[in-house]
């Protein structure tokens, strides 16, 4: 698994995930994370445009994203999902839950109001 971390100026992080998230691999994931939780960060776009599949694992570490971001008044989005990754949030009906967006370059237009 690969992770790529791009900060700007304006609070926003972009973090890109490759490979698989599963119980191996989403603690360094939630680890990639944790440090961008805080006050002065607007908002996270984690893009898995790279992620072929994700376990139940990495949805709690999605899930706990999304909480704490929530809890630190930022935003969490999703970006490039593939089919395969998109129906596992759909089956559990989180599509509802989580903010998506087709790519970064999308969502980081979007949270920028770029």
Known sequence: MKIEIEKDDNGFVLVRIEGE???????????ALLPFFKPGIAGIVVDLSGVKYMDSSGIATMIEGLQWSTNGGGRFVLAGMTETVMDIFELTNLNNVFEFSP????????????
């Open 21 to 31: 998230v599963d119980m191996h691999t989403s603690p360094d994931v939630r680890n």
């Open 103 to 114: 790519d970064s370059v999308s969502a980081i237009n979007n949270l920028t109001g770029g």
